[in-house]
Structures are given as structure tokens and as C-alpha cells.
């Protein structure tokens, strides 16, 4: 189990990063690499130094901080997520379900994998289990964001669309206020549906 500090700070990692907010992001890094320093807790040093990779987009270096993160923290859910989306960013899709699954193996718990791994199925056309992948991401977050606009793309996918304009729907709803322009973005695939909802020509 992650030290309380380190649980806090992995959100607002994953928060800022969600929102493209990368230099928020690499403040909360920098914390977490000094508060795992001196707690000397290397699995978690190894963590946040991955983060930073991932961000400079250099995935073989984030891959390798990550499994020797495991190393020392063997159930931590997120290091098992993160490698496998370092996997797919490198288009080595063999092995990514696998790997997804053994984070939630490990942390049935957390919201992140689940999401991810429904993300993943979507990317690869496998929607209706996605929707599933979604759903278990919203039993643990319920006011995800990220999750409740990926829900809207499987079921537009399955051509349902009022269940995609009430998912897009909930994620605006759920928008922190200082997400001005990703409110604007959703809104207009509100509004987008809704012409198709009402049967007219695009």
C-alpha cells in the first residue's frame, strides 16, 4: 500500500497529466521524487522518475524505472498500468491486455487500470468490453471525467447515442471550473450528437 503522500501526489500526477497541464505535473513529479528520497522508498523514487520519462516521451527509460519499481513494490496497480501504456505508445500491442490485467490483479481497487484498459479495448475496437472496462473505473470514481468522455466514444461506437450524449453529459457536469476549455470541447460534441440524435443531416 502506498504511503499516504505518495497516493496523493500519484493523483495529482494523473490529474495534471489528464488535463495536459505538464507543468503542474512536473512540479508534483519533483515533490514526489524528493519526498520518496527522503523517506528512502525506492520503489516509489523509481515511480516518479518514470513519470518524468513518460512525459519526455522517453518510453524505454519510464519501462525500466517502472519494472524495477515493481521490483520493490510488486502490487503497486499503477507501475503495471503505466508500462502498459508505454507499451502501446511504442506499438508493441502484444502482451498490453496482459499486462493491464496483472495491475488489477495486483489493485483491483484502482480506477486508473480499469479506465485505461477500456480506453485500450476501445483504441482496438472492442467497445462493447470497454463499456465494462468503463463501468468498474466508475464503481471506484464515480465523478471521473476522463472516464465518463471515453464511455461516450464506446457507445457512439455501438451508434447509441443517447447513451453517448448522457455520458458527455455527466463528464462536463463532473469538470472541475478551471477546465474552461475542455468544457468547450465536450460541449460541442454535445452539441454534434444531439443534431444526430434529432435525425438531422451533418
Known amino acids: 500500500m ?37 523517506s528512502e522508498c525506492p520503489g ?21 524505472l517502472l519494472q524495477r519499481a515493481l521490483v520493490f513494490n510488486p502490487s503497486d496497480g499503477a507501475a503495471y498500468n503505466d508500462i502498459a501504456l508505454c507499451m502501446v505508445e511504442m506499438g508493441k500491442i ?5 499486462m493491464f490485467d496483472q495491475g488489477i490483479a495486483v ?16 483504441k482496438i475496437g472492442r467497445s462493447s468490453e470497454a463499456l465494462v472496462c ?9 465523478q471521473r471525467v476522463v472516464t465518463w468522455e471515453n ?8 451508434g447509441r447515442i443517447p ?16 477546465a474552461g476549455g475542455i468544457k468547450q470541447q465536450l460541449g460541442a460534441e454535445i452539441e454534434r450528437l444531439a443534431k444526430i440524435d434529432q435525425g438531422q443531416v451533418l
Open 134 to 142: 468503463f463501468a468498474q473505473a466508475l464503481v471506484f470514481e464515480p
Open 163 to 178: 447513451e453517448a450524449l448522457a455520458a458527455y453529459r455527466k463528464a462536463v457536469a463532473f469538470l472541475p471550473v478551471s
Open 44 to 64: 516509489e523514487l523509481m515511480y516518479f522518475r518514470a513519470q518524468e520519462a513518460v512525459i519526455d516521451e522517453r518510453f524505454d527509460t519510464a519501462m525500466a
Open 151 to 158: 464511455m461516450a466514444n464506446a457507445y457512439e461506437e455501438q
Open 94 to 98: 502484444d502482451g498490453v491486455l496482459e
Open 107 to 122: 489493485e483491483g481497487d484502482y480506477a486508473t487500470i480499469h479506465h485505461n484498459k477500456g480506453w485500450f479495448l476501445n
Open 2 to 38: 502506498n504511503h499516504p503522500d505518495f497516493t496523493k501526489l500519484r493523483r495529482l500526477i494523473d490529474e495534471a497529466i489528464t488535463f495536459h497541464d505538464l507543468d503542474k505535473a512536473r512540479h508534483w513529479i519533483a515533490e514526489g521524487v524528493r519526498s520518496a528520497q527522503a
